[in-house]
């Protein structure tokens, strides 16, 4: 007989809709650069199927899943434990499935500081985050974690930002305020870091969020979490006054590669996968 397998390790993502996710792309191009066996199922799961779909997941033997929206908060009660950042952060992307318990973690701030690291170290940095949503407050959390100096929250409801940065303060040892996003943000001199992470530029490369691009001054890293496209009109504007711009792209690879370390215990090659998101997003300015 052949000692040929024919049972692939399974991971993948529940989320609705889930047609435009991409992960599914990048993640199996590095399964099969690497010959890993392994597929990654991208799952329209609706909020009404989702304990159905974890206690499938489960049952199929899968060693793990992503979980993007509207799951993040909805799948917490279906697990047996969390991670320290995702206890904090209140939300789960990432569940590992491992001898038939369910470990929740959340990669967004992960993702995004593993990608920050490539040009710069966050302890004792400065950061102006804007934005008070999801991907803001993973990211603000993992900053406080790293050891950031300070972060300030900018959003048009300081209320949310507060809430962030209350997080911030309370369970990390990092520092955090929140400032109200009144006309156009401006950065202080002190900020060494800017990140961009609301929704404005996803999709539409002329749309940029409300920044005096006059305070984008020679030095300071500048980067969004959108990645498509990569080189938004923030990381262009960024870049032209002498900035040092960080995309999206890196978040979300790094999202991946994460993930599936803690799934199969192997690094992926993060090339592969970035090269994979640029046929699909494209990579020029």
Not at 82 to 96: K, M
Not at 251 to 279: F, H, P, S, Y
Request: net charge negative.
């Amino acid at each position: 007989m052949s000692d040929r397998r024919f049972l692939s390790i399974l991971t993948g993502s529940f989320s609705t809709p889930c047609a435009d996710n991409p992960t599914v792309a990048m993640i199996e191009a590095a399964y099969r650069h690497h010959d890993i066996d392994a597929r990654y199922i991208n799952c329209d799961v609706k909020p009404g199927n989702l304990a159905d779909a974890v206690r499938g997941a489960k049952a199929m033997e899968w060693v793990g899943f992503n979980c993007s929206l509207p799951h993040k908060v909805a799948v917490i009660p279906y697990l047996d434990a969390l991670s320290e950042s995702a206890r904090i952060i209140g939300a789960v992307n990432c569940v590992t499935i491992r001898d038939g318990r369910l470990t929740g973690d959340n990669t967004d701030g992960k993702g995004f500081l593993a990608s920050l690291r490539e040009v710069a170290d966050p302890r004792g940095a400065k950061v102006m985050l804007l934005g008070a949503g999801g991907a803001a407050r993973a990211i603000a959390v993992e900053l406080g974690l790293a050891g950031t100096g300070h972060v300030t929250i900018v959003n048009r409801d300081p209320a949310k930002a507060e809430t962030i940065a209350a997080l911030v303060r309370d369970h990390t040892r990092g520092d955090a305020r929140a400032m109200p996003w009144e006309g156009e943000a401006r950065v202080p001199e002190d900020v060494d870091i800017l990140i961009n992470a609301t929704s404005i530029g996803l999709g539409d490369r002329d749309a940029i969020p409300p920044v005096a691009l006059d305070s984008l001054r020679k030095g300071l890293i500048v980067a969004d979490v959108i990645p498509n496209p990569p080189k938004t009109r923030l990381l262009r504007e960024a870049k032209a006054r002498g900035c040092t711009p960080l995309d999206g792209l890196g978040m979300l690879v790094n999202q991946g590669v994460i993930g599936v370390e803690l799934w199969l215990e192997k690094t992926l090659d993060a090339g592969v996968m970035k090269r994979a998101l640029q046929d699909i997003f494209g990579a020029g300015d």
